[in-house]
């Protein structure tokens, strides 16, 4: 064959197994690729199948509402709610109790059964970072400001409001004094001989006046047959009632006051009689923490 149709053919040849191994590592190229792209398509689809949590919640939109404890549901348990009045007909002297503000309250002891459980009172949250003694301290405090049934919940509250605080009243409804308790919140320190020591001067201090008391208000000062302290409280009410004066204030001087304006001395057997559950009641709120309140 000529030199030039050799050189034709040869190039010929050359441009076929050119175009077949081009077609051939297109070939493999396209295959790899598909095959690829099908790997990544399955993995998109995956994903797109299992959403994030995250932006699911965000998509929707919507949160449930937080779920309220039935104790919550109660109504909050205030002041006014333990308010309650006595029964004056069974009362043996009806009059009005002077120095009186308010309404007498129901306490936690007191109180009738199954009252409470319808209302709401906030827990105390624990303190943390303080002594035993502190937190112990701190507890009792704020359980005693957050329930009004509390037997001290008005001395916490009294002394919160600090000096010039708006008046508070106690259980028997009475205005406290913030000086007398303020005592009660920092008490003196005393020695075991001294609390000794200052009892017996208190004892004998309120004999020796209550002896004083009898001598005045009944006949020959001559008892009725009962408990002397229960028959003081009784007697410190009636003179009460007549000269206008707070309860809790009557003493010696008052029964001097009294004999002088002309009340009639009292017949010890003819004057007391026994008590019933109503005067009792009221007896045991007109005692109570007697000692902060202010004198008017």
Excluded at 65 to 85: A, G
Excluded at 100 to 113: H, K, T, Y
Excluded at 216 to 235: N, R, W
């Amino acid at each position: 064959m000529p030199p030039h149709l050799r050189s034709a053919s040869a190039r010929a040849n050359s441009g076929n197994q050119s175009g077949e191994s081009s077609s051939k590592g297109t070939a493999k190229t396209s295959k790899t690729t598909t095959t690829r792209g099908r790997k990544r398509k399955s993995t998109d689809s995956q994903s797109s199948s299992r959403p994030k949590r995250g932006k699911q919640t965000k998509a929707s939109g919507t949160e449930e509402p937080e779920e309220i404890p039935d104790e919550k549901r109660k109504p909050r348990l205030t002041t006014p709610d333990l308010e309650f009045d006595y029964d004056r007909s069974q009362l043996r002297d009806p009059r009005l109790t002077p120095g009186r503000v308010r309404r007498p309250r129901w306490e936690s002891f007191d109180m009738p059964e199954g009252f409470k459980e319808r209302f709401y009172v906030p827990k105390p949250e624990k303190p943390r970072g303080q002594t035993k003694a502190i937190r112990e301290h701190n507890l009792s405090e704020q359980k005693n400001l957050l329930d009004p049934s509390e037997m001290f919940h008005d001395l916490y509250v009294c002394h919160k409001k600090g000096r010039e605080g708006s008046p508070t009243y106690d259980a028997a409804g009475f205005q406290l004094d913030w000086e007398k308790v303020d005592s009660w919140m920092h008490p003196p320190s005393y020695t075991k001989s001294g609390v000794v020591s200052r009892m017996e001067k208190v004892v004998d201090k309120m004999e020796r006046e209550e002896r004083d008391m009898y001598k005045i208000f009944f006949v020959d000062g001559k008892l009725p047959d009962a408990e002397p302290t229960i028959v003081t409280e009784y007697l410190q009410d009636h003179v009460s009632k007549d000269l206008d004066v707070p309860w809790h204030q009557i003493g010696p001087k008052h029964l001097v006051e009294w004999e002088k304006r002309g009340f009639p001395k009292q017949k010890a057997g003819k004057w007391w009689r026994e008590p019933n559950e109503m005067e009792e009641r009221r007896m045991m709120k007109m005692s109570s923490d007697a000692i902060y309140r202010k004198d008017l």
